[in-house]
C-alpha cells in the first residue's frame, strides 16, 4: 500500500496519509509523495475541492523523529526547505478549497499541514500541539505563521512555548477548527463539506484565496526564509540533541537551556 494515497470521485480529490503504524510520521519521501498530490490535484481541471485526511486513529504526529539526520548548519537548512517548506506551500497555494479532516493527535508539522488548508473539520476526539519545544527545537514549517493568524499573538505564544495539547472544541472556539463532529461521523460530514464546494465558483473561490493571502504580512515565503535562517542553528544544540534521544528512549528530556 502507498503510504500517500490519491484518490478522485466527482470534483473531489482526496489526498491521505496511510502509515498509521507510524501514526502517520512523515519521512522525507512521504513528504515529496505529499507534495506532488497537492500538485496534481491542483493541475487538474477536473478537481474542485481537496481533502487531506488519514488512516487511522491519529492524523500525523508530524515529522518522524527516527528518521531526523544530524545534519550541519547548511544541510538543515536545504532539508527543511526542500522537504518541509514545498510541502506547506503545495498546500497553502493550492488554488482549490483544501479541507484538513482531523481524528486523533495532530501535532507539530501535521498541525502545519492542517492549518495551511482553508478549512478544519474535527472529530471530538481530536488533540492539536504545536510540539516542536518538546524536541528542542522551534517550531517550522510555518506553524508560527499560521498560529498568530489564526489565533492571535498572545494565544499563539501560549501554546508554542508550552506545547500543550488543545482538544477540538477549545481549537474551535480559538477559530481555528470550523466544525466538531462525532469520530464516527467525520468522514460523512467531511464528505458533504467537501461537495458545497464542488458546486461552488472554483475561479472566484480561488481569487478570493489569493485575496486572503495577499491581505497577510508578512507573506508566508518571507516567514519561511526566516525559519530556513534560524531552524538550523537550533539543530546545534545539546537541547534539540538530548529532546531527540529522549523521543526514541521513550522518557522525559531533561533540558539545560544550551
Not at 491519529?58 to 517548506?85: E, M, Y
Not at 491581505?215 to 526564509?225: G, I, K, T, Y
Amino acid at each position: 500500500m502507498a503510504e500517500i494515497e490519491y484518490s478522485r470521485e466527482g470534483a473531489i480529490a482526496r489526498i491521505t496519509l496511510n502509515r498509521p503504524e507510524r501514526k502517520n510520521a512523515l519521512a522525507g519521501e512521504m513528504r515529496v509523495e505529499l507534495r506532488h498530490a497537492f500538485d496534481r490535484a491542483n493541475e487538474d481541471d477536473e478537481v474542485r475541492v481537496v481533502v487531506l485526511d488519514a488512516m487511522g486513529e491519529t492524523f500525523c504526529a508530524g515529522a518522524d523523529v527516527d528518521k531526523i539526520q544530524k545534519r550541519d548548519p547548511k544541510g538543515s537548512r536545504n532539508n527543511l526547505q526542500w522537504n518541509g517548506h514545498r510541502l506547506i506551500r503545495a498546500i497553502y497555494t493550492t488554488e482549490k478549497p483544501v479541507i484538513a479532516s482531523v481524528q486523533g493527535a495532530c501535532v507539530g508539522l501535521g498541525l502545519s499541514m492542517a492549518m495551511a488548508a482553508d478549512f478544519i473539520i474535527a472529530a471530538e476526539d481530536a488533540r492539536f500541539s504545536c510540539i516542536f519545544a518538546r524536541r528542542g527545537l522551534a517550531p517550522d514549517t510555518g506553524a508560527v505563521f499560521f498560529l498568530t493568524r489564526l489565533l492571535g499573538q498572545a494565544r499563539a505564544r501560549e501554546l508554542v512555548y508550552s506545547t500543550r495539547f488543545f482538544s477540538a472544541p477549545e481549537a474551535a472556539d480559538f477559530g481555528m477548527v470550523n466544525r466538531v463532529v462525532p469520530a464516527t461521523e467525520l468522514a460523512k460530514a467531511t464528505r458533504a463539506f467537501a461537495q458545497e464546494y464542488a458546486e461552488a465558483p472554483t475561479y472566484a473561490i480561488a481569487m478570493a484565496k489569493k485575496m486572503f493571502q495577499m491581505a497577510q504580512s508578512p507573506s508566508l515565503d518571507s516567514f519561511l526564509e526566516l525559519e530556513a535562517l534560524t531552524q538550523p542553528g537550533v539543530h546545534q544544540t545539546h537541547d534539540f540533541n538530548e529532546g531527540v534521544t529522549a523521543f526514541r528512549e521513550k522518557r522525559e528530556a531533561k533540558f539545560t537551556g544550551r
